[in-house]
């Protein structure tokens, strides 16, 4: 098994900047592909980010631009900056792991409230 722990939301105002971070741990591997879901009410989860161990990205077209995602491989961690936060993106975001490839994994963490309101 797999545990991921994020950190790091909160709440801010348009335009502001969070920073999440995701520590994985248990039977991780730091091949896998790390990536960041958002889930917002009466919406669909949606890909946010994700990022292969050599540093591959993929972002979702509504964050293009804005957020930035990283890792750290020695730590199993990843990391999403995000910055000029709109009301938008107020949702629950979630890290998610488990696959070497670009598909959704198995493993999510307990998820993080993003809200961003004036």
């Known amino acids: 098994q797999v545990q991921l722990v994020e950190s790091g939301g909160g709440s801010v105002q348009p335009g502001g900047s969070l920073r999440l971070s995701c520590a994985a741990s248990?039977?991780?591997?730091?091949?896998?592909?790390m990536g960041w879901y958002r889930q917002a009410p009466g919406k669909q989860r949606e890909l946010v980010a994700a990022?292969?161990?050599?540093?591959?990205?993929n972002y979702a077209d509504s964050v293009k631009g804005r957020f930035t995602i990283s890792r750290e491989n020695a730590k199993n961690t990843a990391y999403l900056q995000m910055n000029s936060l709109k009301p938008e993106d107020t949702a629950v975001y979630y890290c998610?792991?488990?696959?070497?490839?670009?598909?959704?994994?198995?493993?999510w963490g307990q998820g993080t409230q993003v809200t961003v309101s004036s």
């Open positions: 998610n792991t488990g696959r070497v490839d670009w598909r959704t994994g198995n493993y």
């Open positions: 990022i292969s161990v050599g540093g591959n990205t």
């Open positions: 248990g039977s991780f591997s730091n091949i896998y592909v």
